[in-house]
T-cell receptor, first 113, second 114 residues
Framework: GDSVTQMEGPVTLSEEAFLTINCTYT??????LFWYVQYPGEGLQLLLK?????DKGSNKGFEATYRKETTSFHLEKGSVQVSDSAVYFC????????????FGAGTTVTVRA | DVKVTQSSRYLVKRTGEKVFLECVQD?????MFWYRQDPGLGLRLIYF???????EKGDIPEGYSVSREKKERFSLILESASTNQTSMYLC?????????????FGDGTRLSIL
């Protein structure tokens, strides 16, 4: 079945540091991949997505590239801000699983001023 | 913008009570979902629905039921609440049948069972 493995947190960084959150997946076919973000006290919101191999999703300075050969979708940001403090979830969706989302466990990121 | 509204942000109930969590979406989405979120476990799917009056079990349906009488509304029911159902509950909705359609989430209901 589908599964998503994220690097465990929590991650604590200083402002302007480089952020990477690793995500690898197992899927039956060719899934779509997503990163969701959850700010304190809120629900999840879509951060970025990629639907096929070598696609790069980007939003708010974050990027992730769909790597089929390594079954990975690592999230990166070159210079984080305090406002990026949140929980980040990697997820996948595919037809074989009726397009339900399978989530990773989430990574808590705290950015200090 | 899509709006998914959950009826309560915080809820405190007692063991054995019947608990209703309500969710409404305003974008005419076919799919609706209920998840629970627990630290270290991510989001786990409880139930989902592809259409009015249709429901499918997710990964952890035990102790829960759902109702979808109207397209925009999806209710989660805890038949007899227990302390291990203390959690954050998230509702989501999406269009059907396409893998790259994101799910849109409500702000969650933090439920405590005493």
């Amino acid at each position: 079945g589908d599964s998503v493995t994220q690097m465990e947190g929590p991650v604590t960084l200083s402002e302007e540091a480089f952020l990477t959150i690793n995500c690898t997946y197992t899927a039956t076919g060719y899934p779509s991949l997503f990163w969701y973000v959850q700010y304190p006290g809120e629900g999840l919101q879509l951060l970025l997505k990629a639907t096929k191999a070598d696609d790069k999703g980007s939003n708010k300075g974050f990027e992730a590239t769909y790597r089929k050969e390594t079954t990975s979708f690592h999230l990166e940001k070159g210079s984080v801000q305090v406002s990026d403090s949140a929980v980040y979830f990697c997820a996948l969706s595919e037809e074989a699983n009726d397009y339900k989302l399978s989530f990773g466990a989430g990574t808590t990121v705290t950015v200090r001023a | 913008d899509v709006k998914v509204t959950q009826s309560s942000r915080y809820l405190v109930k007692r063991t054995g009570e019947k608990v209703f969590l309500e969710c409404v979406q305003d974008m005419d989405h076919e799919n609706m979902f209920w998840y629970r979120q627990d630290p270290g476990l991510g989001l786990r799917l409880i139930y989902f629905s592809y259409d009015v009056k249709m429901k499918e079990k997710g990964d952890i349906p035990e102790g829960y039921s759902v109702s979808r009488e109207k397209k925009e509304r999806f209710s989660l029911i805890l038949e007899s609440a227990s302390t291990n159902q203390t959690s954050m509950y998230l509702c989501a909705s999406s269009f059907t049948g396409v893998a790259d359609q994101p799910q849109h989430f409500g702000d969650g209901t933090r439920l405590s069972i005493l």
